[in-house]
């Protein structure tokens, strides 16, 4: 009988997969972060517990084109300063990416709140723009110029929070109780400038980061990096406490505007 592709792998070929997924190559990125400080108890009201807002009320959006061997990926967060014990990060509240298989690998594994969206990134000479879309939404734009160089940061490890959960076959809830996933990227930079600009929110209902208004902007960059990481579980949750976020990571309960975006095959 021939090869039946969807029966059972060999041990061999399942040793084969995991060893090929452990020698990744270094994979770059092109990308804009502009990080403001907002109002303090909207941070609050994100966080699921047992996160806490961390010392400063600040939210980061990346908004970045990942060079992916002949298919380019556009890959974007909005996230709030966060701490759980001594850990300080980022809790991301939304991560727009232009692919189904950037979805498929980060929701499943780590818990990412991962949604199918545009992502633009784009420069001509100085002038820079970068846009996380949905729905026909731009809900974040940042926009600029570029005014300097900035020195290249020491690689640094840095946390993001997740929380990984499945909902109940019956609708009734989750599955089973969640976990609080703690995701430790370590960041190399090879280029890095300042960019003058600002940082423009606009309402959406799918999308509402326009609660987290910019107070005071505290800078804009554009650089390029490449990431590895690694994620564990550090503590499991409690699913009432955890239930009443979970609209974060869907539309609508039933899903059905999640769609791709108009032209995705």
């Known amino acids: 009988m021939a090869r039946v592709r969807y029966g059972a792998r060999t041990e061999a070929e399942i040793a084969a997969a995991r060893e090929k997924n452990a020698k990744i190559p270094d994979i770059w990125s092109t990308g804009v972060v502009a990080v403001w400080e907002t109002d303090p108890d909207v941070v609050a009201a994100v966080l699921p517990p047992p996160l806490k807002p961390a010392e400063e009320p600040l939210v980061r959006a990346a908004i970045s084109t990942v060079d992916l061997p002949g298919y380019p990926l ?5 996230a709030v300063a966060a701490r759980h014990g001594s850990v300080t990060g980022w809790y ?3 991560m727009p990416m232009t692919h189904e298989r950037a979805l498929t690998g980060g929701r499943e594994v780590f818990g990412e709140p991962k949604k199918l969206g545009e992502v633009t990134v784009e420069r001509d000479g100085l002038v820079v723009r970068a ?15 570029v005014d300097r160089a900035l020195p290249l940061p020491e690689p640094e490890p840095k946390t993001d929070f997740y929380f990984k959960f499945l909902p109940a076959v019956d609708g009734s809830g989750l599955e089973s109780e969640p976990v609080l996933v703690h995701c430790v ?5 090879r280029k890095l400038e300042n960019v003058t600009g600002d940082v423009v929110l606009r309402e959406s209902m799918y999308d509402p980061v326009a609660d987290l208004t910019v107070r005071r902007l505290v800078g804009i960059t554009i650089g390029e990096k490449t990431t590895d990481q690694q994620g ?5 949750v409690s699913a009432d406490a955890l239930l009443p976020y979970v609209h974060q990571r869907y539309d609508d309960p039933r899903q059905v505007l999640d769609g791709p975006p108009e032209g995705s095959v």
Request: hydrophobic share 50%; glycine share 12%; no cysteine.
């Open 185 to 189: 990227r370590n960041e190399r930079i």
């Open 232 to 236: 564990r579980v550090v503590e499991r």
């Open 74 to 78: 556009g890959a974007g967060s909005v």
């Open 131 to 145: 846009a996380l879309a949905r729905h026909g939404i731009a809900f974040v734009e940042v926009r600029g110029a």
């Open 92 to 94: 991301p509240l939304v």
